[in-house]
């Protein structure tokens, strides 16, 4: 695949309980699990991160950029979840530094990229006031984008692992509204065709509204269980985590139109990175997704 083609990422969706919470897995294994598939690097989520002192964040960091240069593995986006509907100004302001020490860590891993959320969708939150905070937190961090070198990428999330409440800006007009806003070239799209779906939307339809400023791409085939429906995921998100009436598996096997994807972003020019984000389910559903998109990005991108 030519240098400008988009190259090939991983996720591991699959570990983030043992590597955040139960830390019965370390970064460093991953790493060294994750080099065992044919993809190109390693995407992270700030949550992998324990140092607490500054000494020891360094000693992480330092470790973690010699782990991917033994395997030659770019680490191309940090993944973080802030939460900028708070209703407190006072925690918008802590997630927005949140958000800022994120960047610097993407930075100081060479990533180009740091995914940006808008925050949960609380119910006392009005759709005008969660819009105006997220935008107001954004137009903060964006002078130190351009300065790091690291470009915001604001995901259509559907939820964050660990939060309670569904994405505020999982509906598409939302998600667009908060783009308009900000036409910033250190302001890009990280698109999740999923995480369209979740939301009852067609994810080519939303695909066409942003093509030109997705920058990153997490590709996956969630879809819920046979016998449910998407009001009824609605209907379960104020709860902790993911809905249990979601699906995963395979990349290639699921709801999604990887043709129709990818043809639509090599007509925008995207040449960003595409990380696999599933294996829910081990080990090797990633390497047969990783072989699925490796051809599919070898047919629309040669």
């Known amino acids: 695949m030519p240098p400008s083609a988009p190259r090939l990422a991983v996720m591991p969706k699959c570990f983030m309980d043992q590597i955040c919470r139960e830390r019965s897995m370390t970064l460093l294994q991953w790493i060294e699990l994750g080099a065992t598939l044919p993809v190109d690097g390693l995407e992270l989520y700030s949550g992998f991160f324990h140092g607490a002192r500054p000494e020891e964040q360094a000693a ?17 986006m940090l ?63 964006l002078p130190a984008a351009e300065r790091l070198g690291v470009r915001l990428a604001l995901e259509n999330h559907y939820k964050d692992h660990y939060w309670e409440y569904p994405e505020f800006a999982q509906a598409g007009e939302i ?9 910033s070239p250190w302001l890009g799209v990280q698109y999740d065709p999923s995480n369209a779906l979740l939301a009852g939307e067609d ?19 969630r879809h819920l269980k046979p016998g449910h429906t998407l009001a009824e995921l609605r209907a379960l998100d104020a709860g902790a985590g993911y809905a ?11 709801e999604n139109d990887f043709d129709a994807i990818f043809a639509l972003l090599h007509e925008a020019g995207f040449r960003g990175w595409v990380s696999i984000e599933d294996g829910v389910n081990g080990m090797d ?16 991108f040669d």
Request: net charge positive.
């Open 60 to 76: 992480e960091l330092q470790a973690v950029n010699q782990a991917l240069a033994r395997h030659r593995l770019a680490m191309p």
């Open 79 to 141: 993944c973080h979840s802030p939460d900028f509907t708070h209703p407190d100004a006072r925690q918008r302001q802590r997630e927005i530094e949140r958000q800022w020490a994120a960047m610097e860590r993407a930075a100081k891993l060479g990533a180009g990229a740091c995914r940006v959320l808008s925050g949960q969708r609380r119910p006392e939150v009005t759709r005008e006031d969660g819009i105006a905070w997220v935008v107001e937190a954004l137009r903060a961090l």
């Open 175 to 183: 998600f667009c509204e908060i783009l308009d806003r900000l036409p």
């Open 203 to 221: 994810p080519i339809g939303l695909l066409r509204r942003v093509r030109q400023r997705v920058i990153t791409m997490h590709a996956s085939d």
């Open 244 to 254: 249990g009436i979601l699906e995963h598996g395979v990349i290639g096997e699921g």
């Open 285 to 300: 559903e990633l390497r047969r997704s990783a072989e699925f998109l490796r051809g599919k990005l070898k047919r629309h």
